[in-house]
Every structure is written in C-alpha cells, then in structure tokens.
C-alpha cells in the first residue's frame, strides 16, 4: 500500500507547475503523487501498480531520487494551494 497517494485536477497542475522540480508537460491534465514505505523491493512493487494502472494515460513519470529528492517534491505540494490562491486572485 502507498505511504500517500493524492491527486491533482488539471487547474491546480497549471498553476504550480513553474515551480515545480523538473519541468511539467504543459497538457497534463491530472496529477498523482504517491510515496511508498518499505524496502526498495515493496517501493519498486508499488511503482510498478501504479505504471501499470497510469498505462499510456501518463505523459511523464516524476521519480525523485534520495530523501532530498522527496522532501522537494512534497514543499512543492504544500505550496499547491497557495499557488491556486494566487491565480484566484487570493481567495
């Protein structure tokens, strides 16, 4: 079972997308972050269902390397909402 698992609508990907840590297709239309506990064998089982169930729907797969890597795709998620906020013109 993934750690975390959440999705993302097109509106909120379009507006964090700059500051994402590697650069976004600009058609995404959806989002899915997911993080997986365990040994390197039960975090490459949960990548591997989650390729198989995206199949051909996914554009580009994000997988950040070392605890570095995970720490700067999860700030980014904190500032999600903030970045909707913005584009909303604060609300």
């Known amino acids: 079972m993934p750690a975390a698992l959440e999705y993302l609508d097109a509106g909120s990907v379009a507006a964090a997308a700059g ?3 590697v650069s976004l297709p600009g058609e995404a239309g959806f989002m899915v972050i997911a993080e997986a506990d365990g040994s390197a064998a039960e975090v490459e089982t949960v990548l591997g269902e989650l390729r198989e169930v995206l199949g051909a729907e ?3 797969l994000h997988e950040p390397s070392g605890r570095g890597g995970v ?3 999860w700030r980014w998620r904190d500032g999600v909402s903030i970045a909707v906020a913005a584009v909303r013109g604060g609300r």
């Open 19 to 21: 500051a994402f840590p």
């Open 58 to 60: 996914a554009l580009m």
């Open 71 to 73: 720490k700067a795709l």
